[in-house]
């Protein structure tokens, strides 16, 4: 978990707490009004974006062979465009990100803006924060499925500093990014941290159990976020997930995507999500730090959990422990 998500946290427990006291009835909150007519189309749908291109080295492949691995794996899956959020500042001289980055985009997939450098908003001022922006966008721009959407590294908008936020939103609305909300996270990064982390040990890691758990934990997460979409918005939305350009995205996407198909999903284009109301969210937030149902979520006081508790890492990683490498872990609370 995050320091931001802890504060969170606790502040969510008072907030159970007080609203169990007073007898609130969850379902007096009302719904959000939406200004727009519903979109026509209905059921689960989630799109797929990925972070963080390029990303380093994982336990299973090169970064090439990692690349040419997930391609094929969303065409062989059937999935005509996922999204990619890039960092070209960390492209180095002598890496291969940028031949990468033209592969997923000549392969049909959307690429947009996460910042030149990925460094937090909470790390520096507005200012220095667009224009970090700017590099990338002057990286990005032209290609020839660059999308104008930006997604702020590590899901930071401000945090509690609304004035902060405030100031980047209108630079965003300036340049006319729109805010590359994410609505499902699972902390996948971690599962790959996880998993670099025992190949590095030499533990024997068990394939179809990290298989398993990836897809598991990511088709939860999906659920999760749905249902809480449902009692922010009154409605169904579209989902957008959030992976990461990793080994066990290459490895077991195509797993993935059969596990949330038979869940009852539609994965769909990022376009046809990032087109629903639900998604231009320029208001004023207590906190905007998450994904956007959570965030929706705090702001109309709804009682938690507001997050999916797969997020909370140390609980993540007793898992990874448990059902991965096998080591017995004790209790585990919930699974
Ligand atoms: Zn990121």
């Known amino acids: 978990m995050t320091p931001l998500r802890q504060i969170m946290f606790v502040a969510g427990l008072v907030m159970v707490a007080l609203s169990l006291a007073a007898a609130v009835d969850p379902g007096e909150v009302a719904p959000a009004a939406s200004p727009v007519a519903q979109p026509v189309a209905v059921g689960k749908r989630i799109a797929l974006t990925f972070d963080d291109v390029p990303r380093g080295p994982g336990a299973f492949y090169t970064p090439a062979e990692r690349t040419t691995r997930l391609i094929a794996a969303l065409r062989d899956s059937g999935?005509?465009?996922?999204?990619?959020?890039?960092?070209?500042?960390?492209?180095?001289?002598?890496?291969?990100?940028?031949?990468?980055?033209?592969?997923?985009?000549?392969?049909?997939?959307?690429?947009?803006?996460?910042?030149?450098?990925?460094?937090?908003?909470?790390?520096?001022?507005?200012?220095?924060?667009?224009?970090?922006?700017?590099?990338?966008?002057?990286?990005?721009?032209?290609?020839?499925?660059?999308r104008p959407w930006f997604r702020f590294p590590g899901?930071?908008?401000?945090?509690?500093?609304?004035?902060?936020?405030?100031?980047?939103?209108d630079g965003l609305a300036a340049r006319r990014l729109q805010i590359a909300w994410v609505t499902v996270d699972g902390s996948d990064w971690n599962i790959e941290g996880q998993t670099i982390a025992a190949k590095r040990a030499g533990k024997p890691i068990d394939d179809p159990a990290l298989r398993d758990l990836y897809v598991e934990t990511m088709v939860r997460s999906a659920d999760f976020s749905d249902a809480l979409t449902r009692r922010v918005a009154g409605r169904q939305a579209p989902q957008v997930m959030l992976l990461h350009e990793t080994d066990i995205a290459a490895r077991y996407i195509g797993d993935l995507i059969t596990a949330l198909r038979r869940d009852g999903w539609t994965i769909v284009t990022a376009d046809e999500a990032y087109a629903d109301p639900l998604f231009d969210q320029q208001g004023d937030f207590d906190s905007a730090n998450g994904t956007l149902p959570e965030a929706l979520a705090w702001q109309r006081r709804l009682p938690g959990?507001?997050?999916?508790?797969?997020?909370?890492?140390?609980?993540?990683?007793?898992?990874?422990?448990?059902?991965?490498?096998?080591?017995?872990?004790?209790?585990?609370?919930?699974?």
């Open 305 to 335: 959990p507001l997050y999916y508790e797969r997020n909370d890492i140390p609980r993540a990683n007793r898992l990874f422990a448990e059902r991965v490498l096998h080591v017995p872990t004790g209790a585990i609370a919930a699974r």
């Open 155 to 169: 899901l930071n908008q401000g945090g509690r500093d609304g004035m902060k936020r405030r100031a980047v939103l």
């Open 79 to 146: 999935v005509t465009q996922a999204a990619f959020f890039a960092n070209p500042g960390r492209i180095g001289r002598r890496s291969d990100g940028a031949a990468r980055l033209a592969a997923y985009a000549a392969a049909g997939h959307v690429i947009a803006d996460h910042s030149w450098s990925h460094r937090d908003l909470r790390s520096m001022s507005a200012h220095a924060f667009l224009t970090d922006i700017d590099k990338a966008e002057a990286f990005l721009k032209g290609r020839s499925t660059y």
